[in-house]
């Protein structure tokens, strides 16, 4: 049986966008490689931007100025009204569907303020914002009945000559290939960061799979140059430190104990700032130490968990190491206001997608607030064009490209680890394709990246079993990285100037 609406992915964005597609009368199965608790969503601790009605300090114009600053002129102006008008709606909706936000004495939402904002805009609950806003979703699609795939890998997008019309997916259980038949297809398979190994807040799933696939069958991406390093980061675990300890009033001290930087300016200034110093031999630390523990208890309980867990660091009363590391993607998918990209019927949102809303920047705060209203307009706008196509239910494995592929495995010599291979590429990615950036190493990073691809004939995999093969998932994983390496050095290459979080010393 067709599906009228297909989501890949199972995080923030994929839910919201099934969860709408279903309000619009759509028959919805989501696909995901990952169980959507484990979703990168959790990642995003801090907040999600909106101006409440009773703000005193803030506009819907500020929100819109400083998405519009911190983007460095890349954003399409447009969209980023649309999303900041839309942002109080978003909250309202997902209030009403059970977010617990943090409330003020008086029960309003909280709100707090996030590095590049010029109000407390924020609305957060504690440091878990994207957590809770994660779970609550996930309970709304089961509360649905929409079905759930886990553990899927994406092969192919399957078009026509009128547009999509499925895909094709290796069950990671089994390593047999499905195919799932569907009149619209939304990609929610989130960003790239993983290329940057364990130089990055994301987790292991982050290997952009959707946008190589994508590219595979001839969709447009822009903008893949722009990754955003969170400027604070655990230096021994890369583990993420929420920019919520920033905006609560925490400080940036060297080993001189000297503050350096302006805490909240946006993240690129912030990430180069760190940089410099630790460039010149010094040690970054954040200090919170005088935001008290009750405090930190009630309001960042989430920081003082992972440094405890990860550092070993007690933040009540000690310096947590930090550096910047790679955290988002802006780059992505090319999509239209509608969500849709050049091939019909195929849709994109979240990390995967460029709405044109972060330019070469992220503004902290705006990634879960772009899932939520372009999730919304996803999900509606993909229910809509599956009541206006049929396709045929004639689709067989034989006719999906990637099984070829996967046939040829099996021939590889194995000679190479790609383990080590993968491990390469993040150390290059950090220091040559990275925070700073300069003509002759994206040159050198290029000729390497090339030169791994050549070889994959000789790498491969050691297990040839076909239950729960996970080594076969991370070798397709690691096709794709080097893919998404390729066309960001691309990008980093052709754009000669220095913009936001691609900073170029040598123009």
Sequence with gaps: ???????????????????????NGAKVKIITKEYPTRSQ???????????????????IDEHIKNTLKS?????????????????????????????????????????????????????????????????????????CGIEILNERFLLDIITDESGVSGVSVLNIRNSEVEVYESSAVILATGGYSKIYDKQTTNSKSSTGDGIATAMRCGVKCIDMEFVQFHPTAMKNSAV??????????????????????????????VARAID?????????FLDIRHLGEKFINEELPQERKLSLLYENIDPVNELIPIKPVAHYSMGGIEVDKD?????????AVGECANHKVHGANRLGGNSLLELVVFGREAGKNASEYSKKKDIKLDISKEDIKQNEFLAKIDSFSNEIDFYQQKALVGELFYKKVGIIRAKKELEEAQKM?????????????NDKSKIYNTNLIEFLEFINMLDICEVVIEGALKRDVSCGAHFRVDV
């Design 449 to 461: 990246i090339k030169n791994i691809k050549d070889k994959i004939p000789q790498m491969g995999v």
């Design 41 to 59: 969503t959790c990642m995003a601790q801090g907040g999600i931007n909106a101006v409440l009605s009773h703000a005193k300090d803030d506009t």
């Design 276 to 284: 410099e110093q630790i460039k010149k031999g010094e040690n970054i």
């Design 240 to 269: 993420l430190i929420s920019e919520s300890a920033r905006g609560e009033g925490g400080f940036l001290l060297n080993s001189k104990g000297e503050r350096f930087t302006n805490e909240l300016a946006p993240r690129d200034e």
């Design 339 to 347: 969500s849709q990209t050049n091939i019909a019927g195929l849709f």
């Design 1 to 23: 049986m067709k599906n009228d609406v297909l989501v890949i992915g199972a995080g923030g964005a994929g839910l919201v966008s099934a969860l709408h597609a279903h309000y």
């Design 71 to 143: 983007a460095h002129g890349l954003a399409d102006e447009e969209m980023v009204k649309f999303m900041c008008k839309e942002a109080p709606h978003a909250i309202s909706w997902l209030d009403s569907i059970g977010v617990p936000f943090s409330r003020t004495q008086d029960g309003k939402i909280a709100q707090r303020r996030l590095g590049g904002a010029s109000g407390s805009r924020a609305c957060y609950a504690q440091d878990y914002t994207g957590l809770k806003i994660l779970h609550t979703l996930y309970d709304q699609v089961l509360a």
